[in-house]
């Protein structure tokens, strides 16, 4: 068995990597911090001298969503990355590609907001990463890492379940898991698939040529007839509550004996681990439930400790309260949901988390 390659970066600089080596097609952004390191790390690597990957630099963040667009139309593993004010740039071309049913990746390395706000980890984009961000009924699969091993094995992840799908994925992360550098486990390098092969593989939608004996595949999301535009958003519905059902990806620590749950994820959740750590030392029973996956969110599992008996949850963001809304959803009024939070780009420690636990939740009891 060959070695494994390991090496100490940044977590920008893993999905540079990771991308190269899962054999993505192409790669078309702009530069905004904190995750410009995604870029710049793919031009020092140069992959369109060994693999063949297209690295392009667009004029714009409009520019580069549409880019991927025309890539993803083509049935090539194609992706983009931003942070907080860049993806709000997106957010037309995004419902676009999910309308139109094009696979994708779409990195977004969370900073400080609203507007242009601070250059500082946030978590300010849950919303607008779960619940759409642009117009129309859809939604992207997103994934949330807390490690710069996970930034490395979610692009592989996301690219899978976007073709799986054919939807839109994005791996929201925030600046502190962009910037911090631990040791990652590198995948080996992947071929890229050839013309050929994505033309079999995407037959039945791709723009890859009208071979004869066969349709013409449209790339569209456009249709002006209300009652087939009806028929298109019932065919998404149902893609999504597939999703739903299958693909929801979660850590539960501590959970089976909690009499509390702290619910975190990304930068948060590792913070929170420890805050778990100080809770038993003290005697109490406090779990943590680390969504991975945003959408589909975890609401069964959550659901189900809420009906276990647990007496209360509390939902740790960097952000004024956006989770927390479908942390009560599937709670479902069985216990008291609470939320802790920090903005602007700042950050909580471990005790503080315990402090608003006991504040907001025990010793109110």
């Keep these: 068995m060959a070695e494994k390659e390991v090496k100490l970066m940044k ?26 390191e995604v870029m710049e790390t793919l031009m020092e690597l140069k992959p369109w001298e060994t693999t063949g990957m297209v690295v392009l630099q667009a004029e714009s963040e409009i520019s580069s969503i549409n880019m991927v667009y025309g890539g993803a139309g083509a049935g090539k593993r194609v992706m983009t990355s931003s942070s907080s004010p860049g993806i709000s740039l997106m957010a037309e071309g995004i419902s676009y590609l999910a309308g139109a049913e094009l696979p994708c990746l779409i ?38 890492p807390n490690s710069v091993q996970e930034m490395h094995d979610h692009v592989a992840e996301a690219f899978d379940l976007a073709f799986k799908y054919r939807n839109p994925a994005m791996i929201l992360a925030d600046g502190a898991i962009g910037q911090m550098m ?15 092969e994505i033309a079999e593989e995407c037959r039945t939608w791709a723009a890859t040529g009208k071979p004869a004996g066969r ?57 929170c681990s420890a805050t778990v750590e100080m809770a038993r030392a003290e005697g109490l029973k406090v ?79």
Excluded: W
């Excluded at 250059?119 to 699969?141: M, R």
């Excluded at 299958?246 to 702290?262: G, H, K, L, S, T």
């Design 107 to 144: 990195i977004n390395c969370q900073r400080g907001g609203p507007g242009l706000g601070t250059i500082q980890p946030s978590q300010g984009d849950y919303f607008q990463a779960v619940k759409g961000g642009g117009h129309g009924d859809y939604h992207l699969i997103v994934l949330a």
């Design 182 to 196: 631990e040791k990652v486990v590198l995948a080996p390098q992947r071929p890229r698939k050839t013309d050929a």
């Design 287 to 365: 779990g943590l439930l680390r969504p991975i996956t945003l959408y589909p969110f975890p609401t069964k599992q959550i659901a189900q400790l809420a009906a276990r008996g647990v007496k209360g949850f509390l939902s740790a963001e960097l952000n004024a309260g956006q989770m927390v809304e479908d942390v009560r959803l599937a709670v479902n009024g069985l216990a008291p949901v609470a939320h802790y939070g920090r903005q602007g780009g700042m950050l909580f420690a471990p005790d503080e988390v315990l402090a608003a636990l006991k504040e907001k939740l025990i010793d109110k009891k």
């Design 215 to 271: 349709e013409r595949n449209v790339i569209t999301s456009l249709e002006l007839q209300s009652e087939k535009m009806e028929i298109i958003n019932q065919r998404l519905q149902a893609k999504y509550k597939t999703l739903e059902e299958n693909e929801v990806r979660y850590e539960a620590i501590d959970c089976d004996d909690a009499d509390y749950v702290i619910v975190a994820f990304g930068s948060s959740a590792r913070i």
């Design 11 to 36: 977590g920008n600089e893993v999905i540079a990597h990771a991308a190269i080596r899962y054999g993505c097609d192409g790669y078309f952004g702009y530069p905004i911090t904190p995750q410009s």
